[in-house]
């Protein structure tokens, strides 16, 4: 489990300088999930770009607490080369009106250099 929201972190985030025009060190990239008023899974994911994944499990999870695990760097670099040629990158900023009163939140962030 812990590796798919790895994954889902990586394709769901918003890159904003193109691949190769950063250091692959210094990304980070976070997806933080919040509460609802059901059982939504509140965790946060963060991948830095050495291949580190730090996961935070607060409620609702099947693991509760941090865990760390760490990928290979050319995965990581990979990844977001997908995301940007994806398209993902012509998505608003943000997307803040909610129909379902009760929707879980989402936060993705990536940040380089």
Known sequence: ????????????????????????????????????YGSCPVYGVTLYGDGTVRYDGKDHVRIRG??????????????????????????????TQVSIPDAPSAVMDVATD
């Open 1 to 36: 489990m812990f590796r798919r929201i790895a994954l889902i972190a990586l394709v769901l985030v918003n890159l904003t300088v193109p691949c190769g025009a950063y250091d692959p060190q210094s990304v980070v990239i976070r997806l933080e999930r919040g509460p609802c």
């Open 66 to 95: 941090s865990q760390t695990a760490v990928i290979a760097p050319g995965a990581v670099r990979s990844l977001v080369e997908e995301i940007e040629r994806s398209g993902f990158f012509s998505m608003n900023d943000a997307y």
